[in-house]
């Protein structure tokens, strides 16, 4: 693989970043991320800077293509960046090492992916319980994972199995075992995109409740813009670049006032 493509190897230790008037939760800084397709060299992120606080909801835009998943990858450690830096709680993952980064995983980060990932021999109390036991928090409440379940409505499906669940109840269990970790970061690929609206704007209220109740980051990466309008702030791609960031144009609205 060309130098210039190669993402920045893992090996040195994260270290932890002095915290200090500058320091945030989440800081990418000269972040770019670029592939060899063939004969051409596709960039899906280019020098991208960010800084992301405590207790921010976040919703980040752009066409298909624009670099919208590579973002939540990158901040999530699912890949590496071609070059730049990124902190996350004050340590710099960029060249952690595998172990590093997996533990980062564990404790740093939830993800609630378009595809589910559920496991299909576990039931929904069983696949949000796994959730809950691989951050393995001191003093974690054993009946955290009943309890997400039944505020995203399925407290009476905790014993069905995936294939016995529609695709907007498998979404719900992922997304209490997303709350169930009770990590700072909470990245969510497309997660009203199964879901009808009633039950999508319920799901929008618990993740919006998390930045105010634990102080979680969520950043929501959609391509249905009316969910913007709830964001504290919305973050705009376009060829794997920046194109805006700010409050939603109009200003925030509750989420009881979405509409689509």
Request: aromatic share 4%; proline share 7%; charged share 20%.
């Amino acid at each position: 693989m060309d130098a210039s493509l190669r993402p920045q190897a893992p090996g040195s230790p994260a270290a932890p970043v002095a915290p200090g008037p500058a320091h945030h939760l989440i800081e990418l800084s000269g972040v770019a991320r670029r592939y060899r397709v063939g004969e051409s060299i596709v960039s899906a992120l280019e020098r991208v800077d960010l800084a992301i606080e405590e207790g921010e909801f976040i919703v980040v835009l752009g066409p298909s293509g624009s670099g919208k998943t590579t973002l939540l990858n990158l901040i999530g450690a699912l890949d590496s960046p071609t070059e730049g830096r990124i902190v996350v709680g004050g340590r710099d993952i960029t060249g952690a090492s595998r172990a590093e980064l997996s533990a980062f995983r564990r404790r740093g980060v939830s993800f609630i992916f378009q595809t589910f990932n559920l496991f299909p021999g576990l039931s929904a109390l069983e696949n949000v319980q796994f959730g809950a036991d691989v951050a393995d928090r001191p003093g974690r409440d054993p009946h955290a994972p009943a309890r997400m379940l039944e505020r995203v409505g399925l407290g009476s499906r905790m014993a069905h199995f995936p294939h016995e669940l529609s695709g907007g109840e498998q979404q719900r269990v992922a997304i209490a075992r997303a709350l169930a970790t009770g990590n700072p970061v909470m990245l969510a690929d497309e997660p009203t995109g199964e879901l009808d609206f009633t039950t999508g704007v319920q799901i929008l209220e618990l993740l919006h409740d998390q930045t105010h109740t634990s102080g979680t980051a969520v950043l929501i990466v959609t391509h249905n813009r009316e969910i913007s309008r709830v964001a504290d702030r919305v973050i705009e791609l376009s060829s794997g670049r920046i194109v805006r960031d700010g409050a939603p144009s109009g200003g925030r609205v509750p989420v009881s006032d979405l509409r689509w």
